[in-house]
T-cell receptor, first 119, second 111 residues
Framework: GAVVSQHPSRVICKSGTSVKIECRSL??????MFWYRQFPKQSLMLMATSNEGSKATYEQGVEKDKFLINHASLTLSTLTVTSAHPEDSSFYIC???????????????FGSGTRLTVV | GENVEQHPSTLSVQEGDSAVIKCTYSDSASNYFPWYKQELGKGPQLIID?????GEKKDQRIAVTLNKTAKHFSLHITETQPEDSAVYFC??????????FGTGTSLTVIP
C-alpha cells in the first residue's frame, strides 16, 4: 500500500532557530500534500495545502512566513518552522494524495508525524 | 465551511463489548467519510471509509453507517479488544479535496 515517510519523528530545537520537516511519498506520486498540526488531545487542524510546483495555500490564521512549505517534486514536501518559539511546540503531520488514485480510498495517506519541542 | 462534530470524546468499554462513535457534518457537498485510528505519538491510520452513495459498509469487526439526510455517520466496533484502544477521528471531505476532522474519541477497552 501507499507509504508516506515523515522525518524527523522527534526534534528539539532552541527558541529562534528553524526546523525543517520532510514528507516523502515512497511508492506513489503525490500531487497534493497537506500539513496538519495537532495539539495534545486535540484534533488535526489543517495548516496548508501544497501542490507540486506551485505555492501552498494556507488556512486562515496560519502565518505563511513562519511556516514555509515547499513541494518541489511529486514525492517530497517540506515544512520549515522559522524562528521557532515554545508556542510552536506541537505534533505536525503530513498527508499525501496519490496522483493516480486522486481521492480514492488509498489516495490519502498520512505520515507518522513529527513531535516538535521548542525550548 | 464544513463543521464536523464527534461524540463521545471518551469511551470506555469492556473487552468483547461493542463501541459506537458518532459524527455529524454540516456541508452537504461532503461525500467521502473516512475514519482514522491514531495511536499515541503516531500518525492517523485509515480503518474504514464510506462514500455518500452507500449507506453502510463493513470490514470484519468494523462497520460504518451513513445517513445523508440527517448528515450523520457512525463507527461501530464489535467484539472489542484491548488493541482497539486508541483515539478515533472521523472526517468529512468533498471528494478529492481537503479533510475536515472531528474532535476525536479516546477509546479504552478494558480487559
Amino acid at each position: 500500500g501507499a507509504v508516506v515517510s515523515q522525518h524527523p519523528s522527534r526534534v528539539i530545537c532552541k527558541s529562534g532557530t528553524s526546523v525543517k520537516i520532510e514528507c516523502r511519498s515512497l511508492d506513489f506520486q503525490a500531487t497534493t500534500m497537506f500539513w496538519y498540526r495537532q495539539f495534545p488531545k486535540q484534533s488535526l487542524m489543517l495548516m496548508a495545502t501544497s501542490n507540486e510546483g506551485s505555492k501552498a495555500t494556507y488556512e486562515q490564521g496560519v502565518e505563511k512566513d513562519k511556516f514555509l512549505i515547499n513541494h518541489a517534486s511529486l514525492t517530497l514536501s517540506t515544512l520549515t518552522v522559522t524562528s521557532a518559539h515554545p508556542e510552536d511546540s506541537s505534533f505536525y503531520i503530513c498527508s499525501a494524495r496519490d496522483r493516480v488514485l486522486g481521492g480514492a480510498r488509498y489516495g490519502y495517506t498520512f505520515g507518522s508525524g513529527t513531535r516538535l519541542t521548542v525550548v | 465551511g464544513e463543521n464536523v462534530e464527534q461524540h463521545p470524546s471518551t469511551l470506555s468499554v469492556q473487552e468483547g463489548d461493542s463501541a459506537v462513535i458518532k459524527c455529524t457534518y454540516s456541508d452537504s457537498a461532503s461525500n467521502y467519510f473516512p475514519w482514522y485510528k491514531q495511536e499515541l505519538g503516531k500518525g492517523p491510520q485509515l480503518i474504514i471509509d464510506i462514500r455518500s452513495n452507500v449507506g453502510e459498509k463493513k470490514d470484519q469487526r468494523i462497520a460504518v453507517t451513513l445517513n445523508k439526510t440527517a448528515k450523520h455517520f457512525s463507527l461501530h466496533i464489535t467484539e472489542t479488544q484491548p488493541e482497539d484502544s486508541a483515539v478515533y477521528f472521523c472526517a468529512a471531505s468533498p471528494f478529492g479535496n481537503q479533510f475536515y476532522f472531528g474532535t476525536g474519541t479516546s477509546l479504552t477497552v478494558i480487559p
